[in-house]
């Protein structure tokens, strides 16, 4: 069965923040150690959430 466009979005999405949070590493640390905090890893947990809750559907 083929993915509806949709779901493929979400899933292309959440697999590019992935990859978006490991490069961005060594950015998001030196910006931890300056005080500044980037919301990575929230982008991540939504995204993650929302294909995991398409995926049960």
């Not at 949070?21 to 300056?34: D, T």
């Amino acid at each position: 069965m083929a993915p509806s466009p949709h779901r493929a979005a979400v899933f292309a999405l959440y697999q590019f923040s992935i990859v978006l949070g490991i490069a961005l590493l060594p950015v998001v640390l030196a910006a931890k150690r300056a005080g500044i905090r980037l919301p990575i890893g929230r982008l991540i947990d939504r995204l993650g959430s929302t294909h995991r809750r398409l995926a049960d559907s």
